[in-house]
């Protein structure tokens, strides 16, 4: 579907009000990789600009926070315009329950209290969470996000609508898998990463497809990829479907985070996080969401991880 005339300077429009308190920020944060993302911009006034690569085309939703009417108000350009207005009941939580998340922890309580408009997201594309899930492994946050920056800058499709700033759509599995070894070892991926991302570029219609099958299916289907393991799979399904229960083992600080959380201890270890988390199935990643929410960081000791730059190796 193309947009023209008025409908493409105005957008097409929605109202959304949320059948409970919703946090916007927090809930659509997950989706953000970084305060420089490409594909993700929050403006001065709390304005979400997103772009979308949905299976009828790029778009471009602007979705903000009507203060006075308490509803979310939605606009959105270019071909897969419609297709994204439809999915804003997802991307903002509307069918995330946390009634029955029954806390025993105080500060997870006063988290709660505090967060109530906190909100498990998900986009309904399962590729574009995958691709920048791994970009992000076995890599410090900094070199994952220069990374991502650099190939959506690049690769990526301008933006539809009259953005504010210089947006970039997530390119399609078409152009990833023609971008040469060259040019990735300049985006800063190493062989291994690229190996993993062109094997799930190759089937990436296929992934998308998971989009309408449960969380544990699409898990599966995921892990059957080569280079694909629990964290990446956990990191995709939580922004694509909105996980509940899964739960990122593997991850460089969650583990010591959680642990000193429950146990006062410095240091854990994924089992130690896996049965420290066990009592609150099947709510686990709401849980790791509150955790977050309420800033406790674990003690540090030694080197921070070190810093490194692929395209000079």
Request: proline fraction near 6%; glycine fraction near 8%.
């Amino acid at each position: 579907m193309s947009v023209s005339g008025a409908a493409a300077v105005d957008g097409l429009h929605r109202r959304y009000r949320p059948a409970a308190p919703l946090d916007l920020h927090a809930t659509l944060s997950p989706h953000m990789r970084g305060r420089r993302d490409p594909c993700h911009h929050v403006d001065a006034a709390g304005v979400h600009w997103r772009t979308w690569r949905t299976p009828d085309g790029a778009a471009t939703t602007r979705i903000g926070l009507d203060r006075a009417g308490g509803e979310i108000d939605v606009r959105a350009w270019g071909d897969g315009a419609p297709w994204a207005l439809d999915a804003v009941d997802g991307l903002l939580g509307a069918h995330d329950d946390w009634s029955e998340l029954v806390l025993d922890h105080r500060m997870l309580r006063e988290t709660r209290r505090r967060c109530h408009g906190l909100r498990l997201s998900k986009s309904g594309l399962v590729f574009e969470a995958l691709v920048p899930a791994i970009i992000e492994q076995l890599v410090t946050e900094l070199e994952a996000r220069r990374t991502w920056t650099r190939l959506l800058n690049r690769f990526g499709e301008p933006a539809p609508g009259p953005i504010p700033v210089d947006l970039k759509v997530f390119p399609s599995a078409a152009t990833l898998r023609q971008i040469p070894d060259w040019d990735w070892h300049q985006l800063g991926l190493d062989g291994r990463r690229r190996q993993t991302l062109r094997a799930a570029a190759q089937v990436a219609h296929r992934l998308d497809e998971s989009r309408s099958l449960d969380v544990e299916t699409s898990a599966r289907r995921l892990a059957s990829l080569p280079g694909i393991g629990e964290w990446t799979v956990a990191e995709t399904l939580q922004r694509s479907h909105g996980a509940p229960d899964l739960i990122s083992v593997g991850d460089y600080h969650l583990s010591n985070v959680v642990g000193y959380l429950f146990t006062g201890e410095p240091r854990t270890d994924d089992a130690g996080l896996v049965s420290l988390l066990e009592p609150y199935r099947p709510h686990r990643q709401r849980v790791v969401r509150l955790v977050w929410a309420a800033g406790v960081g674990a003690p540090r000791y030694g080197a921070r991880k070190a810093v490194r730059d692929f395209r000079r190796m």
